[in-house]
């Protein structure tokens, strides 16, 4: 069975602090890949980073990072700096063998 | 222009009534998938397809039936709409089953059944 879990139901930070958001996840595919989105509170899915398995390279896009750990089955995601903008709701997913399975999301505040 | 376009963006119906949602893609994917989302349970699979005519379910598929006749449209009917299925649904493409190339998403349908 597949399974993602985020702990974290919501986190309200104040602007510039930084966060991670945690992601867990359970497959017992050796090849799958792992996806962050977010959702703004306008409604859409926006496509944050797509990690497959064989590559545990750690991933720095401007203000964000991912930290893939496959011995603790772990794709946590950081924001440095937050700001007001990355006030949304945020879901990790997994996909092996053609489902894409959710999360069910962080919702993160940023307090200015 | 947006690759994949769902319709309507919003629609109220009565308890009872059938609903079929849409989801037009210009991409050419081979896979669709419908999900719907709720508040503290993120999105859910109802149903995907794997080519035309070639539809497999979700996780929560009682309730919902789909169709594709056509590569470009994947439909979503409720027969019988229940309050229960209020929630927004979003409909995604993708080229490979896998996940490989990624998923695109369409902006959603609010689907409110009083």
């Known amino acids: 069975a597949q399974k993602v879990t985020q702990a974290q139901t919501e986190i309200s930070v104040v602007e510039k602090e930084d966060v991670t958001l945690d992601c867990v996840y359970e497959?017992?595919?050796?090849?799958?890949?792992l996806f962050w989105y977010k959702q703004p509170p306008s409604g859409e899915l926006v496509f944050l980073i797509r990690?497959?398995?064989?590559?545990?390279q750690n991933e720095i896009s401007g203000r964000y990072s991912w930290n893939f750990q496959k011995s603790t089955s772990s794709f946590n995601f950081t924001i440095t700096a937050s700001q007001v903008v990355d006030s949304a709701v945020y879901f990790c997913a997994l996909s092996a063998q053609g489902n894409l399975i959710f999360g069910k999301g962080t919702k993160l505040s940023v307090k200015p | 222009d947006a690759g994949i376009t769902q319709s309507p963006r919003h629609k109220v119906t009565e308890t009872g009534t059938p609903v079929t949602l849409r989801c037009h893609q210009t991409e050419n994917h081979r896979y669709m998938y419908w999900y719907r989302q709720d508040p503290g349970h993120g999105l859910r699979l109802i149903h995907y397809?794997?080519?035309?005519?070639?539809?497999d379910k979700g996780e929560v598929s009682d309730g919902y039936s789909v169709s594709r006749s056509k590569t470009e449209d994947f439909l979503l009917t409720l027969e019988s709409a229940t309050s229960s299925q209020t929630s927004v649904y979003f409909c995604a493409i993708s080229e490979s089953l896998t996940g490989l190339y990624g998923y695109t998403f369409g902006s959603g349908t609010r689907l409110t059944v009083v």
């Open positions: 397809s794997y080519g035309v005519k070639d539809t």
């Open positions: 497959t017992r595919d050796t090849t799958y890949y």
């Open positions: 990690r497959n398995s064989f590559d545990e």
